[in-house]
């Protein structure tokens, strides 16, 4: 693997991992906490350079492994999307084994890898930014609920110490996730399509 390859990775990874996991720490446990309960913690620094690091790459992973990707305001979207992109796949597995019995159709990435190796990266990285937007979607979710419920149980509970910016940050994420859905989405659409019309062309280039 040269140095150039390794970049590429690193890059692919910083977008799918760390800024998620960024994201995630930021808006979901570090705000949540500095405005709902700040006093409780002024002993503890949230924003050390090696605790925001260490919890962002390892938040990052956590994030993907769990698929938070596919949990946010464009669920039904996304669903309908995945179904999509596994019927064109398999239709496409379908002519490519009728065309060529002695391959084998799943084989296709490595195929797509080997013959169109810029293609084949500029899919993957467009993959990695979806995935980091649809990730960060789901932080700005889940910290809107928090914030959300923290400023209810802060109204019910001690209300001198009622937190406003708590509630409009909590509106704001609310509205934030839905449109980071949106696009993430979009982007989602976009890369499939390129994936199917790549596999497409390499079939009709006798590559496959």
């Not at 937007?133 to 979710?141: D, K, Q, R, V």
Request: charge should be positive.
């Amino acid at each position: 693997m040269n140095l150039g390859s390794i970049g590429e990775l690193l890059i692919k990874s910083f977008t799918r991992y760390f800024i998620p996991g960024l994201v995630f720490y930021i808006i979901t446990i570090f705000l949540p906490l500095h405005y709902l309960l700040d006093s409780a913690l002024k002993p503890i620094n949230l924003t050390s350079a090696d605790i925001v690091i260490t919890m962002s790459i390892m938040l990052g992973y956590l994030l993907d492994g769990l698929g938070a990707y596919a949990w946010h305001p464009r669920r039904k979207e996304y669903k309908a999307e995945k179904i999509y992109l596994s019927t064109e796949l398999r239709n496409l597995k379908e002519i490519i084994s009728s065309q060529n019995p002695n391959n084998d159709p799943d084989l296709y990435n490595a195929k797509l890898w080997y013959h169109k190796k810029e293609i084949y990266e500029r899919i993957f990285s467009e993959r990695a930014e979806w995935v980091a937007i649809l990730n960060s979607a789901f932080s700005f979710l889940i910290s809107s609920f928090i914030l959300g419920l923290g400023f209810v149980f802060q109204l019910l509970i001690i209300p001198k110490r009622l937190n406003y910016i708590a509630l409009l940050l909590a509106i704001g994420f609310f509205v934030l996730s839905h449109l980071l859905a949106q696009k993430g989405i979009q982007r989602m659409k976009a890369h499939d399509e390129k994936l199917i019309e790549s596999i497409r062309q390499l079939n009709q280039e006798k590559l496959l």
